[in-house]
């Protein structure tokens, strides 16, 4: 099933050209008093919520899919965790490209570990991505994303893949620099998902998905999950094992090579195998 939130913040299933409106199952959604849960509430409730969306499908009211305005899949995230040079040819064009790497030794992930992402960042597709630096370089990243399902902690890679509710396509926009990762690529919008959420039963092998970016038409980046240097089971095992993944939660898996600026202007389209497509705009930041 594809879900995805858009317009007012409602909740739609993607079939085809269309969405069926199924924003009545969000009254199901417990209210909260403060302080608020730490999870994404609609993540947190999905499977006992699925088979009222199902049930409901063939009564819903729909709408063109051309017509609505697509917002993150993933409303409130309360980690995105990421996967620093985890395909080796981005490996080796970090090392090569000193526009790239700003002088900082490249270290293998193994070494790095994972970083995290400032949940401000967090756009959706229909939202464009705000230069604030343009005199830098600002890169594009495309990246398969899991939304994790239920709560994670010290995951063996063997079931690691059970906690994942979905998947996205993600972009890990960043500055690049001399900072820490979080902070180059924290910039409010530079954490895109969408276009929706493919629920799991419907990736078979997220090991093994074609990904390509295009930026103005031109392809950038094209690769397959299966080049991974450390799968997704293995990256949830290892963030698992330093804190618990919560429903809604994001990992970000790592980006190809082929990263390459863009600038204010620029339309990046990112499509991964068994997810679908999306189209993003550049703009630069208002003042
Ligand atoms: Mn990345």
Redesign the pocket.
């Known amino acids: 099933m594809r879900l995805c939130r858009y317009d007012d913040n409602r909740l739609g299933v993607v079939e085809g050209d269309l969405v069926h409106d199924v924003s009545h199952v969000l009254d199901r959604l417990p209210s909260f008093r403060y302080p608020l849960p730490e999870h994404d509430p609609l993540i947190a409730a999905l499977p006992g919520l699925l088979p009222e969306i199902r049930k409901s499908l063939a009564t819903a009211p729909t709408i063109s899919l051309a017509d609505v305005r697509l917002l993150p899949p993933v409303a409130s995230p309360r980690k995105i965790v990421?996967?620093?040079v985890?395909y080796r040819k981005h490996v080796e064009e970090a090392v090569a490209d000193p526009t790239i790497h700003h002088g900082q030794t490249v270290l293998e992930i193994d070494k790095a570990g994972l970083f995290l992402k400032a949940t401000s960042s967090l756009i959706g597709p229909s939202d464009a991505v705000a230069i604030r630096h343009p005199e830098r370089r600002n890169d594009h990243?495309i990246?398969l994303v899991a939304v994790i399902g239920e709560v994670a902690d010290r995951v063996p890679r063997e079931r690691a893949l059970s906690v994942v509710a979905g998947y996205c396509i993600g972009l890990?926009m960043?500055v690049r620099g001399t900072e820490e990762r979080s902070m180059r690529?924290s910039i409010d919008t530079y954490s895109v998902i969408g276009p929706w959420l493919v629920t799991a039963d419907e990736i078979s092998d997220p090991g093994d998905l074609a990904m390509e970016l295009r930026v103005n038409g031109e392809v950038r980046q094209q690769a397959s999950t299966s080049m991974l240097l450390r799968d997704l089971a293995t990256l949830i095992e290892r963030a698992s094992s330093f804190y618990t993944l919560m429903p809604g939660d994001l990992l970000?898996t790592?980006?190809p090579e082929g990263v390459a600026p863009v600038k204010g202007g620029d339309v990046i389209q990112a499509e991964i195998q068994g997810i679908g497509a999306m189209t993003i705009s550049v703009v630069d930041a208002a003042r």
Do not use: I, R
């Open positions: 990421a996967a620093p985890n990243e990246e890990d960043t690529k970000f790592g980006t």
